[in-house]
């Protein structure tokens, strides 16, 4: 599924880029994605998370450095989006 940018896309952005320090890349390679399932519906619609070199293999990991990045990413987003 492609998103058009919108507010989700820019806190998203705001976000990784406060927290991580990086620019954000929206791109559509990250593999088979649910929010097929759910785009017909969703205004707005992305998934995020930290990399994953393992992803839907045998004993599947992320870095537990990367977990409070996450959290604090996701916590950006809420406060930019409840304002």
Request: hydrophobic residues 40%; charged residues 25%.
């Amino acid at each position: 599924f492609l998103t058009h940018a919108g507010k989700l896309t820019d806190v998203a952005c705001e976000a990784i880029a406060e927290i991580c320090g990086v620019e954000a890349e929206l791109s559509t390679t990250g593999g088979t994605s649910d929010g097929r399932f759910i785009k017909a519906i969703a205004k707005e619609l992305i998934e995020l998370g930290p990399s994953n070199a393992t992803i839907h293999q045998i004993n599947e990991n992320v870095r537990l450095e990367d977990i409070p990045k996450l959290s604090a990413v996701y916590e950006g987003m809420l406060t930019r989006l409840l304002k």
